[in-house]
C-alpha cells in the first residue's frame, strides 16, 4: 500500500512538474521577437510585443475559469484541456505565418491555456503528496519550471538562428505533456460528482488565510514586476552594459529561482510563518543592490536575490493557498493566486512609474526607482512576517475547534 501510494506521489510530482514547464510558454518566442518584427517591418514594436504582454490579460482569465471548472471536471481531464489549448495556440500559428492577426490570436487563445495549467499544476502536487512534503514538492516544481523555461529560451534562441517560424515548434513539447499525463496521472473525481454522492456538502469560502497569501501575491508582484520592465533601460541609463549584460542579470534572477525552489523546504524549517516575509525581503535586497551597484557584479548579485525571493514568493503562496482550503477547492485558491499576480504584473507600470518618478531627488530614475521598490518589498515583506503568522495562527485553531 506504501509503495502504490509512493508511486502516486511520484507521478502526480512528475505530472504537476511538466504542466510547470509548459506554463511557461510565453516566454517560448522571446528570442525571435526582433526577427518577427522584421518579418512584420509595417507593424510597431509595441504591437510585435503583445505576442508575449497580450498574453497577460487571457492567462488571469484562465486562471479565474479553472476554479469553476475544477468543481465539473477532474484535474486529469484539466490539465489535458489546458495542454492541449497551449499546444494548439503555440504551434497553430505555423499555419499562418503571413497573418500577424492570426498568429496574434491564436497566442492570447493559449494564454488561457496557461493559466489554468498553473493551478492545475498546484493542485495536482498538494492533492496526492502528504502534507508535511507539499512546501518541499511545490518548492521542486518551481524549480523545475524555472529550469525548463532557460533551457527552452536557450533552445528558442537556436532555433530562430534558422528561421523565426521555427520557435513554434517548441510548442510540440506539449503532445508529450499530453501523453504522460493520460498514462501518469490518476482519474479523480470532481466536486460536483463528490457533492452529489453525499461524500462532502461544505462550499467554497474565503477566509483570512487565503485573503491575506492573495494580498501578498498582489502587493510583491506590482513591485517585483519592475525587475523585467526597467532592467535593460537600467543597463544602459547607468552605463553598466548593453543587451548582453542584461541577459546575464536576468539569467542570475533565473538561477536565483531555481535554488530558491530546492531549499525552500530548509528554509520553511529555519522561518517557519515567516517565510513568505522572507521572500519579500530578499527581493528587497535585491533591489537595494541594484540602486546603487557600482559595478555589473554587484548586479549579478542583486538579481539572484530577486530571484531568489521571487520563487520563495510564489512558491509558499500557493502553499498556503492550499492549506486555506481542502483538496476539493485547490485548484480555485490558486487560481486565484495566480489571477493576483497576472493582475499585478498588469498595473505595475502605472503605480511605480508615476510614484517613483514623482519623488525622484535627482537620482538616475532607474536607480531610483529599484530603490523606491527595494523599500516597497522590505515594507511588505515586514507586514507578511506578522500577517501570515496571525492568519495561519488563527486558521489552526479554527480548525481544531471544527475537529
Known amino acids: 500500500m506504501e509503495t502504490s501510494t509512493k508511486n502516486i ?237 542584461s541577459g546575464l542579470v536576468s539569467s542570475m534572477v533565473s538561477l536565483g529561482s531555481i535554488v530558491a525552489g530546492f531549499v525552500l523546504a530548509w528554509l520553511v524549517k529555519i522561518f517557519k510563518k515567516g517565510t513568505l516575509g522572507v521572500g519579500a525581503i530578499c527581493l528587497a535586497v535585491g533591489f537595494g543592490l541594484l540602486s546603487v551597484a557600482p559595478s555589473i557584479d554587484v548586479c549579478l548579485i542583486g538579481a539572484f536575490f530577486i530571484g531568489l525571493g521571487n520563487n520563495i514568493c510564489v512558491a509558499q503562496g500557493t502553499y498556503l493557498c492550499t492549506k486555506s482550503t481542502n483538496p476539493n477547492f485547490y485548484v480555485m485558491t490558486t487560481g486565484l493566486f495566480v489571477a493576483a499576480i497576472h493582475l499585478a504584473q498588469f498595473i505595475t507600470p502605472y503605480v511605480v512609474n508615476p510614484i517613483a518618478e514623482a519623488f525622484n531627488g535627482g537620482m538616475d530614475i532607474y536607480r531610483w526607482k529599484y530603490g523606491f521598490v527595494g523599500v516597497m518589498e522590505l515594507i511588505v515583506g515586514v507586514i507578511a512576517i506578522v500577517a501570515v503568522g496571525y492568519a495561519i495562527k488563527k486558521f489552526e485553531a479554527q480548525e481544531s475547534k471544527a475537529y
Open 9 to 245: 506521489t511520484t507521478r502526480a510530482v512528475v505530472c504537476g512538474c511538466l504542466l510547470a514547464v509548459l506554463q511557461q510558454g510565453k516566454q517560448f518566442i522571446q528570442p525571435a521577437l526582433s526577427l518577427i518584427s522584421e518579418a512584420f517591418p509595417n507593424l510597431s514594436i509595441t504591437t510585435i510585443q503583445q505576442l508575449i504582454s497580450g498574453v497577460a490579460l487571457p492567462t488571469l482569465i484562465g486562471a479565474l475559469l479553472a476554479g469553476p471548472l475544477s468543481q465539473y471536471i477532474s484535474r486529469k481531464k484539466l490539465a489535458l484541456i489546458s495542454s492541449a489549448i497551449i499546444t494548439i495556440g503555440g504551434f497553430g500559428p505555423l499555419l499562418f505565418i503571413d497573418n500577424f492577426n492570426a498568429i496574434l490570436t491564436l497566442r492570447l487563445f493559449m494564454g488561457l491555456g496557461l493559466g489554468m495549467a498553473s493551478p492545475c499544476a498546484v493542485s495536482i502536487i498538494a492533492t496526492y503528496v502528504k502534507p508535511d512534503k507539499a512546501n518541499k514538492f511545490i518548492g521542486v516544481k518551481e524549480s523545475v519550471a524555472a529550469i525548463g523555461s532557460f533551457l527552452a529560451t536557450i533552445i528558442a534562441g537556436w532555433l530562430a538562428e534558422i528561421t523565426w517560424t521555427a520557435v513554434f515548434y517548441m510548442y510540440l513539447i506539449g503532445v508529450l505533456v499530453i501523453v504522460l499525463v493520460l498514462i501518469l496521472l490518476p482519474e479523480d473525481k470532481p466536486v460536483a460528482k463528490i457533492k452529489k454522492s453525499g461524500e462532502v456538502t461544505e462550499k467554497f469560502k474565503p477566509n483570512m488565510l487565503l485573503i491575506t497569501a492573495l494580498s501578498f501575491a498582489f502587493l510583491y508582484m506590482v513591485f517585483f514586476n519592475s525587475i523585467g520592465l526597467n532592467i535593460a533601460l537600467y543597463m544602459k541609463s547607468t552605463g553598466l552594459g548593453g543587451a548582453a549584460k
